[in-house]
């Protein structure tokens, strides 16, 4: 049985039985604490894998999910009992016995995992809780195992709880899967003061002349708490004295034919094997009396160091406050979209949507003081996990955690930041826009972030910084840090402030640059641009009266990359009888080595000049005709010329077929239309590099010429021709030399791409009757001699959804939706079983060089399967549309959050990357979720709450006034008995609908707000008889100086 509680967890009875999944914790340890990775399944007593910072320092083995599930009832924690009563004993292991008296249970939480071992035939009740150590200078792990006896008789207890493989520091995945018989020859163990055990290796594995001794060390301790007091225990960390000579694990042999008093008494070996982790207890437990025992595995540099966290920070009381700091993390950051409904179902999901959208976007925090602000990233990764083992993720094991990401994944989780906190203003928009390439291409990972210090004279004594220590923090803080290398300065150099540490971090921070490090990493992707653009109507929906100031005001840089897209006549080549395309790219090996943060972007001269400077308006100017110039032969779709399709990568042969995305030419037109804007300054103006400006005034001559005529293979050569000639004259850098022209110049320009780009997608709709395609490829002849193409001949590849997307979002009334829709929901796109919409219909008939999608069996990963990111956009783009009534129809079957929890096979609350469809030849597995949490569904679910709840533009400027409109679309069945429906906005302002007619507030008979009630944090209380605010309170509410606002629907 599958039941969501009170408070949000979801409970799992008998969980082993159930279909497996695997999940995480999410790795919060807060800002003053250092996080681990914890993955766990259902099955066994969860936890599969747990580590720091990545797979080469896991705690104990990481495993691909598909074994996690066979090993973690081996490997994993376990708890073996004995037991005694009047004429009563009983031997066995919790959680790993089938009786129709015993029932396991499992509740998961937004920062803890808990499970339950219910044995009512030996009247025994066992409880563990597993969740990060919060708020402290090491990374932890903490268990919570409590032991009841319920029945009515004394019971004599014999327990040895704990983990079945604990591993020192630092052992290496891969080496770790191929000689690990070899590397249990460094292993070692040391017990502690008899209070606990030290796992390190002795000394450096690598077979090279330099050698060194390791400190380095995890700790495993536990603490007994009874009613007679607490106390450490001694732990066993031999498996000998558990299992004996059963090496499979599966049984206690040793334990289970030794009293614990005499097993306690043998001598321990810890050398030449891997050891384990055990907590041995003997206690007698009055009737329904209980025990508790914490255990801690956490990881340190020295040997005091875990002497010191032990002697100070393990008691009883500790660990209550630490469940409780570890609950509040959580808590702290899911508030910001706390929304109340009648679905309480629903309320939770939105939280857990904005929890993992976080993970991999980051949750941003604002320093901020009277002279300026930083807005930095805590908690984001690259996603990885038990069943994406193909990334090698990391969780930065530092104070103010932060992690690396993909340019796509980081962009598009962050897509609403600003209207979620608008502090965050533009500030992602310049984070990704710099990284825009004179190519038009950016590079795919993303570092962390650091600073460096621009105001050298910069006074520290007044914060007390002690004089001794000034010149090597300056020396940290100029070389570029991190808020945790501050932090972590501090503790290790005793530093007592005399103001608070975050006033001091903040004043640091304002007085820094930011230092953005990236990687051009494994190619380049035709549809990353794209995210850049739903990042700028965010932040127009926020600031629309800072439309000039954001396209001209600010400074861009551009991306200098060591990678450069081969000329045509280079990739080219004939494979079997066919020309194809390979090779695309070049690595510029001496370029790669000096690609730093400094030397990472554009300069002129050979890099002889300062860093190359321009307007957001001249980056998008540039990038739409980088755009432009690679529209596909006729027209039909945006060239994968660079060797990467778009955002379905498993589509990687598509790319040699000389595919073309139309997703990406859809995408073109928002991009010509976000520039085409009559309202910027006539004193506006454009500022390239000369070579730039000669690409585009070669690219629109030669658009002009052609005019309105067809797009035939003879214009795709020649702005083939101009793009690779602009390419060449960049390849080796760039003259000081600038290109400028006025707004109404590059308007101009803007317009003819705009009308080419117009004639392509006319091109692309006609190409089909029914759905418009969302991938072409071409074949092609060659003339090697001429470096030319001779003839080519396009194909359709079969409807995959996300075309279809893209066109609805260019759709420019309901009608146009509204047929687009229903095509959709009489095509094969649309699961019928399900409810659900597939990434693509059936590409069995399609070449098997698309890529790999075609050998996946339908209905999984990219064929053909319920791709819940897609599926999310499609959903998304039916509520923005005006579709209203389809889109709450459709929502109750295509949300998760609406699914039977035993056909999802995993909390309801939590995404999958993919839903198996109906296609797939295995029923018993259709409507299943797989891979766990980190997709780009849930930043298109936020989108819908946002949409759904605020509008989508809250903020209007017009007149030289701001007005703030709230714009709900919500069905009458989301508003509770008495009327309401409560949301946080601006992630604080508690806003509340009065809907006494409980009515939809879409439609002919919808109710729409009348009046606004603002109570602000000064505490004075406004009230307007309008539909809108308007002016110096739509200030209030952007800056959030507004507490709360009730707001009556009529």
């Not at 700790?219 to 732990?235: A, C, Q």
Request: net charge negative.
């Amino acid at each position: 049985m599958y039941k969501l509680l009170n408070d949000q967890t979801f409970r799992i009875e008998n969980y082993q039985t159930k279909s497996p999944f695997s999940s995480f914790l999410p790795g919060l340890a807060g800002e003053d604490g250092i996080p681990m990775w914890v993955f766990y399944v259902n099955r066994g007593q969860g936890i599969a894998s747990f580590g720091v910072e990545n797979k080469d320092n896991a705690m104990t083995e990481f495993y691909p999910a598909d074994k996690a599930y066979q090993m973690v009832p081996l490997q994993g924690f376990r708890t073996f009992i004995k037991g005694k009563r009047e004429g009563h004993t009983f031997s066995y292991e919790a959680f790993n016995r089938s009786h129709p008296m015993i029932k396991d249970s499992m509740e998961i939480g937004e920062n803890w995992l808990e499970i339950q071992h219910h044995n009512t035939y030996d009247q025994l009740l066992m409880d563990v809780t597993y969740y990060n150590l919060p708020n402290q200078s090491i990374p932890g792990l903490i268990r919570e195992v409590t032991i009841q006896n319920e029945s009515d008789n004394k019971l004599k207890l014999e327990l040895m709880d704990g983990l079945a493989t604990l591993f020192p520091p630092n052992v290496e995945y891969e080496g770790y899967k191929s000689i690990s018989h070899t590397l249990k020859s460094w292993f070692d163990v040391q017990l502690v003061d008899q209070q606990f055990g030290y796992y390190f290796m002795r000394g450096s594995t690598a077979d090279e002349a330099k050698v060194s001794q390791n400190e380095k060390g995890n700790f495993y301790v536990s603490l007994l708490e009874t009613k007679h007091g607490e106390s450490l225990i001694s732990p066993v960390y031999d498996r000998n004295l558990v299992f004996g000579d059963d090496l499979s694990l599966r049984h206690a042999n040793y334990f289970e034919a030794h009293p614990l008093e005499n097993l306690l008494t043998i001598e321990q070996v810890a050398t030449n094997k891997t050891s384990c982790g055990f907590t041995p207890v003997v206690q007698e437990l009055e009737a329904n009396e209980s025990i508790k025992l914490y255990t801690v595995i956490g990881q340190v540099d020295t040997v005091d160091e875990a002497r010191n966290f032990i002697k100070n920070h393990i008691s009883s009381e500790k660990f209550k406050s630490y469940q409780k700091a570890a609950i509040e993390i959580s808590k702290d950051l899911t508030q910001r979209v706390e929304t109340k409904t009648a679905i309480t179902s629903f309320d939770a999901y939105v939280k857990q949507n904005f929890l993992d959208n976080g993970l991999r976007g980051g949750f941003p925090i604002v320093f901020e003081n009277d002279r300026d602000k930083q807005v930095f990233y805590l908690y984001s990764r690259k996603h990885g996990d038990l069943e994406r083992d193909y990334n090698y993720f990391t969780i930065s094991a530092s104070f103010y955690s932060q992690g690396n990401g993909n340019y796509r994944d980081m962009n598009q989780n962050r897509r609403l930041d600003v209207l979620l906190e608008p502090r965050v203003e533009d500030k992602n928009i310049k984070h990704f826009v710099n990284l825009i390439q004179l190519d038009g291409y950016n590079p795919l990972a993303i570092k962390t972030v650091s600073f460096s210090l621009n105001e050298k004279n910069i006074d520290l004594t007044t914060y007390g910084f002690p004089k001794e220590l000034y010149q090597s923090f300056l020396n940290l803080l100029t070389d570029g840090y991190t808020p945790g290398d501050i932090k972590s300065f501090m503790l290790k150099s005793n530093v007592k402030l005399s103001a608070p540490f975050e006033v001091f971090l903040t004043d640091l921070l304002t007085a820094s640059d930011e230092v953005l490090e990236a990687e051009h990493g494994e190619g380049f992707w035709i549809d990353h641009w794209t995210y850049n653009l739903d990042l700028i109507d965010s932040y127009l929906a926020i600031y629309p009266d800072k439309l000039q100031s954001l396209f001209f005001e600010e400074e861009y840089r551009f991306y200098d990359s060591p990678a450069f897209v081969n000329p045509q006549e280079s990739k080219y080549e004939y494979t079997d009888g066919k020309v194809r395309q390979y090779n695309a790219l070049t690595l510029d090996e001496p370029k790669v080595n000096e690609s730093g943060a400094n030397g990472q972007w554009l300069r002129a001269n050979n890099k002889k000049e300062e860093i190359f400077t321009t307007n957001l308006f001249s980056k998008l100017f540039l990038l739409a005709a980088n755009k432009t110039s690679t529209i596909a032969p006729y027209g039909l779709g945006i060239e994968m010329e660079a060797g990467k399709p778009g955002w379905n990568d498993a589509l990687n042969g598509l790319p040699g077929m000389l595919g073309a995305g139309v997703s990406e030419l859809y995408e073109l037109k928002r991009l010509l239309n976000q520039l085409n804007v009559s309202d910027f300054s006539s004193e506006s103006h454009v500022s390239l590099p000369k070579e730039a400006g000669i690409f585009i005034e070669n690219l629109s001559n030669v658009l002009t010429s052609h005019g309105d005529k067809k797009l035939d293979l003879t214009l795709w050569k020649k702005i083939t021709e101009v793009r690779e000639a602009y390419r060449a004259s960049i390849l080796n850098g760039i003259t000081d030399e600038r290109f400028t022209c006025s707004i109404k110049q590059a308007l101009n320009k803007i317009r003819i791409m705009s009308q080419i780009v117009d004639q392509a997608i006319q091109a692309v709709e006609s190409f089909r009757e029914d759905l418009v395609p969302t991938y072409f490829y071409f074949e092609a002849e060659f003339s090697p001699e001429e470096k030319t193409v001779t003839k080519i001949t396009p194909h359709a590849v079969l409807p995959f959804l996300e075309g279809i997307v893209k066109q609805m979002k260019l759709a420019n009334d309901v009608d146009v939706a509204r047929s687009i829709y229903e095509k959709v929901k009489q095509s094969d796109l649309y699961d019928k079983k399900l409810g659900m919409y597939k990434t693509s219909v059936s590409i069995k008939e399609e070449p098997i060089e698309l890529g790999r999608a075609k050998f996946f069996t339908p209905g999984w990963l990219e064929n053909e399967s319920i791709f819940l990111h897609m599926a999310y956009k499609y959903l998304l783009e039916l509520l923005k549309s005006g579709l209203y009534d389809e889109f709450f129809e459709e929502i109750k079957t295509g949300l998760v959050v609406f699914h039977d929890p035993a056909v999802y096979g995993r909390s309801i609350l939590e995404n999958s990357s993919f839903i198996v469809s109906s296609a797939n030849p295995d029923p018993s597995i259709h409507g299943k979720g797989f891979i766990a949490r980190l997709s780009g569904s849930t930043i298109e679910f936020l989108h819908m709450w946002f949409a759904m709840f605020v509008g989508q533009k809250p903020f209007r400027y017009e007149n030289e006034q701001l007005i703030f409109q709230l714009d709900p679309k919500l069905p009458s069945w989301l508003f509770t008995e008495e009327g309401n429906v409560r949301f946080k906005l601006f992630s604080s302002i508690d806003v509340t609908y009065e809907n006494k007619q409980r009515n939809n507030t879409y439609g002919e008979i919808g109710v729409k707000p009348v009046r606004y009630t603002c109570i602000l944090k000064s505490g004075e209380e406004i009230t307007i008889e309008n539909d809108r605010l308007i002016g110096e309170l739509a200030e209030k509410i952007r800056s959030k100086s507004v507490a709360s606002i009730h707001v009556q629907l009529a």
